[in-house]
T-cell receptor
Framework: ETGVTQSPTHLIKTRGQQVTLRCSSQ?????VSWYQQALGQGPQFIFQ???????GRGNFPPRFSGLQFPNYSSELNVNALELDDSALYLC?????????????????FGSGTRLTVV | DAKTTQPPSMDCAEGRAANLPCNHS???????VYWYRQIHSQGPQYIIH???NNETNEMASLIITEDRKSSTLILPHATLRDTAVYYC??????????????FGTGTRLQVFP
C-alpha cells in the first residue's frame, strides 16, 4: 500500500499570489487533515476533511481553503499569500477505524510541501 | 490549544531506555493519547496511542497513569536514529466522530553515543 504523497515538494511564490497544494491520501483512508509548520514550531492544525466536507478548522483565516475529492485526495488553497505563510505544509490521512485498531497506525503524514513566500 | 505539556529537551545514551514524560491533566474520558515523532524535515511519524491501558508495539511502550493525567513514552533501547522531536498529543473529537490531532511544542530527544 502507498503512503501519503504531497506535491510539489518545494514551492516559491510571491506575496499576494495564490497557491494550491495537493495531497493523495493513503489507500483506505477517508479523512484528510492539513497542518502548517513554521520553522522550529510544532504543526498547527488548519482543517480536516471527511467525506468531502470540512470537519473542523483551526485558527486560520478564510483565505486558507480546501477541497476533498471522491477518491479522498485533497487540495489546500491559500489566497493572497503573506510572508508569514512561509512554512512546511503537511497533509495527514487516517483510516475511519484507527481508534479501535492499533495496527491501522493512526494518522499517516506525508513529507510535506515547503512553501517560501518572497 | 494543545492539551499537553512536555519538557523541551532530553538526552539519552545510546542503548539505554529513553523515558519521555507528558502531562495531560485536562484530558477527558474519551480522549486518546498519541505519540508522534518528527525527524528533521520529514513528516511526523506515528509511534503509538492509547486510551487508558498501557500499550506496546514494535517501536515503543506507552504507560498511562491510572488517573490518565500523565503518560510516559518508553523507547527501550534508544539508537542514534531515534534522535527527533517527540510529540505527545491528546486528540480532539470532531463533529463527524473523527479525531483531530493538536500538536504542542514537543520534546527534542538527543541520543548520544
Amino acid at each position: 500500500e502507498t503512503g501519503v504523497t504531497q506535491s510539489p515538494t518545494h514551492l516559491i511564490k510571491t506575496r499576494g499570489q495564490q497557491v494550491t497544494l495537493r495531497c493523495s491520501s493513503q489507500s483506505g483512508h477517508n479523512t484528510v487533515s492539513w497542518y502548517q509548520q513554521a520553522l522550529g514550531q510544532g504543526p498547527q492544525f488548519i482543517f480536516q476533511y471527511y467525506r468531502e466536507e470540512e470537519n473542523g478548522r483551526g485558527n486560520f483565516p478564510p483565505r486558507f481553503s480546501g477541497l476533498q475529492f471522491p477518491n479522498y485526495s485533497s487540495e489546500l488553497n491559500v489566497n493572497a499569500l503573506e510572508l508569514d505563510d512561509s512554512a512546511l505544509y503537511l497533509c495527514a490521512s487516517s483510516h475511519p477505524l484507527f481508534r479501535q485498531a492499533q495496527h491501522l497506525y493512526g494518522y499517516t503524514f506525508g513529507s510535506g510541501t515547503r512553501l517560501t513566500v518572497v | 490549544d494543545a492539551k499537553t505539556t512536555q519538557p523541551p529537551s532530553m538526552d539519552c545514551a545510546e542503548g539505554r531506555a529513553a523515558n519521555l514524560p507528558c502531562n495531560h491533566s485536562t484530558i477527558s474520558g474519551n480522549e486518546y493519547v498519541y505519540w508522534y515523532r518528527q525527524i528533521h524535515s520529514q513528516g511526523p511519524q506515528y509511534i503509538i496511542h492509547g486510551l487508558k491501558n498501557n500499550e506496546t508495539n514494535e517501536m515503543a511502550s506507552l504507560i498511562i497513569t491510572e488517573d490518565r493525567k500523565s503518560s510516559t513514552l518508553i523507547l527501550p533501547h534508544a539508537t542514534l536514529r531515534d534522535t527527533a522531536v517527540y510529540y505527545c498529543i491528546v486528540s480532539v473529537r470532531s463533529s463527524y466522530n473523527t479525531d483531530k490531532l493538536i500538536f504542542g511544542t514537543g520534546t527534542r530527544l538527543q541520543v548520544f553515543p
